[in-house]
T-cell receptor, first 111, second 110 residues
Framework: GIQVEQSPPDLILQEGANSTLRCNFS?????LQWFHQNPWGQLINLFYIPSGTKQNGRLSATTVATERYSLLYISSSQTTDSGVYFC?????????????FGKGTKLSVKP | ETGVTQSPTHLIKTRGQQVTLRCSSQSGHNTVSWYQQALGQGPQFIFQYYREEENGRGNFPPRFSGLQFPNYSSELNVNALELDDSALYLC?????????FGPGTRLTVL
């Protein structure tokens, strides 16, 4: 089945710093989602981005489907950005694809 | 807020017992997927329900079963609980491709 790898596994930043999180996947996909999991376990949708670039405030994401990777950029990080960031792709290419998650990047932003 | 709700929030059971977890999907969403997330891991797909029918299953034993109701809400049932079933259980609802998650139920098996 499809493999999803995220890097780095852990990241510690000072408040105000920028960061780039990477997600590699082993097969072509028609769907990719980025999530932020807060300390209470809630998975918050950040981006649905099968290809191209999207921006939402201080966050932006780029997916290059032909090269099988996606990047999540966080600028001017804040302590509230702390948590685990997951990317996920469908188990199969159908419209109701079940998501395969990477192991996540744990981000800690220090004041 | 995603509009997806789950109950209960926390649950403690003993080995061998049975448990039922519940999920209400976002209004208008006809598909519910369930995931298990062990500590320090990414969520793992259990199964999906689409219009009351199972529509795909991950690598979980038959003691994990589910239902979807006409209003598209869903239940996850786990029989003969094992210690390794301790995890955060997440449900997600969707209408098309993008999935939206509930807050999860944290199950502890003693």
């Amino acid at each position: 089945g499809i493999q999803v790898e995220q890097s780095p596994p852990d990241l510690i930043l000072q408040e105000g710093a920028n960061s780039t999180l990477r997600c590699n996947f082993s097969d072509s996909v028609n769907n990719l989602q980025w999530f932020h999991q807060n300390p209470w376990g809630q998975l918050i949708n950040l981006f649905y981005i099968p290809s191209g670039t999207k921006q939402n405030g201080r966050l932006s994401a780029t997916t290059v489907a032909t090269e099988r990777y996606s990047l999540l950029y966080i600028s001017s990080s804040q302590t509230t950005d702390s948590g685990v960031y997951f990317c996920a792709v469908p188990y199969y290419g159908g419209s109701q694809g079940n998501l395969i998650f990477g192991k996540g990047t744990k981000l800690s932003v220090k004041p | 807020e995603t509009g997806v709700t789950q109950s209960p929030t926390h649950l403690i059971k003993t080995r061998g017992q049975q448990v039922t977890l519940r999920c209400s999907s976002q209004s208008g969403h006809n598909t519910v997927s369930w995931y298990q997330q062990a500590l320090g891991q990414g969520p793992q797909f259990i199964f999906q329900y689409y219009r009351e029918e199972e529509n795909g299953r991950g690598n979980f034993p038959p003691r994990f079963s589910g239902l979807q109701f006409p209003n598209y809400s869903s239940e996850l049932n786990v029989n003969a609980l094992e210690l390794d079933d301790s995890a955060l259980y997440l449900c997600a609802s969707s209408l098309a491709i993008e999935q939206f998650f509930g807050p999860g139920t944290r199950l502890t098996v003693l």
